[in-house]
């Protein structure tokens, strides 16, 4: 239906015109009044001397300021280069000079940190400018209102002629990502492929005209650019962002202001469901929950259901390197292929599960998962040894996932290739044994990494946060696991904490995790493993 970016904008400005297109504390926007506030902040770019190909990042929380640069970054024809929030000035700079993005969009003052001073003595390659959002700018930094004076300069036939110049096959963003191995690498993502697999995913996600998409996950998230972000242009939907989750500020907006979609980790769910502030108000407007994560406890979906009274449940997988997404499963999928499987993948997209020796294997074995298809990236940045290392001769991406496609044709994430972990010759899957361990009644959230073991090689360690106002007694939960699963599954360990360390998106840190582990065991070597006295 649209081959780019800014076809999509104008298209959405005609279709919805009157309806509210955004709102972000006092700003609300109709889609008519955003393609006009987009159009302008293009001119800008352009008078800025913005060429078509050139790479303009952005390093902000989501702020409606966000959602106008960056589709105005799209209209000039420019490659939009987003940036972790949770970076230090070495690593934004590092995404700088990597993608010799001429422009920075940044804050200047969010929740105390200055992003304009992060980057202080650092390289920062081909840059420019850095143009202030919101905070003051001073130094070398630019107020945006100075930046959108420029608007003048370039006539509004000059920005359609830029906007009808992009192609479908022109690059729309590079996503940047650690992948599997080293420091990140630049995913190279185009404007036809991100349009066709978003379309998709409105549809499956019954995205609808006048629904309002309340986005905690963070826009430079591929999940919250595309799904908080495109999907909400394609189908009509309000665009509600929000800019730090905290439990009872998410309960208090999804009432407020009439949230009828939320796309988050199975984190931000659970959190919800333990909070009694669901009770309190009416949070009946909300209807539609996508559960980004392709591993969660199994009761999570009836969870959602009774405690927040959402009938529509849905999950799927993705992975950047595939524009974010490669298999969709929502309703009339029955709740137990919502929970175990993450579904089936969009039309034009292949899987396949290979061994080692990238051989096919039947349905039911456990090997990696292959992609392949129109959304595959185009390659990473630069780096084209490692581009051919994850996308092979035959155009399959290995994803470095583990799992295995059903005999219903729904695939099974089981783990990360990198998270297994060897029990004496045993495979074990620690997304498979976090979901057996968020059955007991003790448990609220679980983590498993894999640690050293002298004679098994290694065996599982499991963080566990305590369900509320429950002492959870780890000797007990290890008991309960050697019942409950194969003896080579129950963690060795557990650990009680106060939370888990979760990345911007929601997910569980496991370097950080495996960090902690390394420091306990170099401190106290196994079997004996002390309590900690610095933690919940």
Known sequence: MWDTIPQLVDDAAKRFGATEAISDGETRLTFLELSERIHRATRALIGSGIEPGDCVAIWAPNLIEWVICALAVHGAGAVLVPINTRFKGSEAAYVLRRSKARLLFTVSDFLGTDYVAMLDDQNLGNLEEIIVLRGPASGVAVPIDELLLRAERVTERERQDRGAAVKRHDLCHILFTSGTTGVPKGVL???????????????????????????????????????GILCSLMAGVTILPHLVFDTEAVIR????????LFPGPPTIFQTM?????????????????????????????????????????????????????????????????????????????????????????????????????????????????????????????????IGLIREDGNLVITDRKKDMYSVGGFNAYPAEIEAMLARHPAIAQVAVIGVPD?????????????????????????????????????????????????????????????????ERFAAHPEPALPPRTDRG
């Open 273 to 401: 469901i333990q909070s009694p502030l669901t009770k309190e108000l009416d949070i009946s407007s909300l209807r539609s929950v996508t559960v980004g994560s392709a591993g969660f406890p199994p009761t999570l979906v009836e969870d959602i259901q009774r405690c927040l009274g959402v009938d529509r449940v849905q999950s799927g997988y993705g992975l950047t390197e595939s524009s974010g997404t490669v298999s969709l499963c929502s309703p009339p999928d029955s709740p137990e292929v919502i929970t175990n499987t993450v579904g089936r993948p969009l039309p034009g997209i292949e899987v396949r599960i290979a061994d080692e020796e990238n051989d096919e294997l039947p349905r039911g074995e456990p090997g990696e998962v292959l992609v392949r298809g129109y959304a595959v990236m185009r390659g990473y940045l630069d780096e084209p040894d490692e581009t051919a290392r994850v996308i092979d001769a035959d155009g399959w991406l290995h994803t470095g996932d």
């Open 253 to 260: 907006r999804v009432a407020e202001d009439h949230v009828t």
């Open 454 to 518: 002298q004679r098994l090689g290694e065996v599982g360690m499991a963080f566990v946060v305590p369900a509320p106002g429950v002492e959870a007694d780890p000797d007990e939960i290890i008991a309960w696991a050697r019942e409950a699963m194969a003896n080579y599954k129950a963690p060795r360990y557990v650990e009680i904490v106060a939370e888990l360390p979760l990345n911007a998106t929601g997910k569980v840190l496991k370097p950080a995790l495996r960090a902690d582990a390394a």
């Open 189 to 227: 993502l185009e404007h036809g492929a991100v349009c066709d697999v978003y379309l998709d995913v409105s549809k499956v996600f019954d995205m609808q005209h006048g629904d309002r998409q309340l986005v905690v996950l963070p826009f430079f998230h591929s999940f919250g650019l595309h799904v």
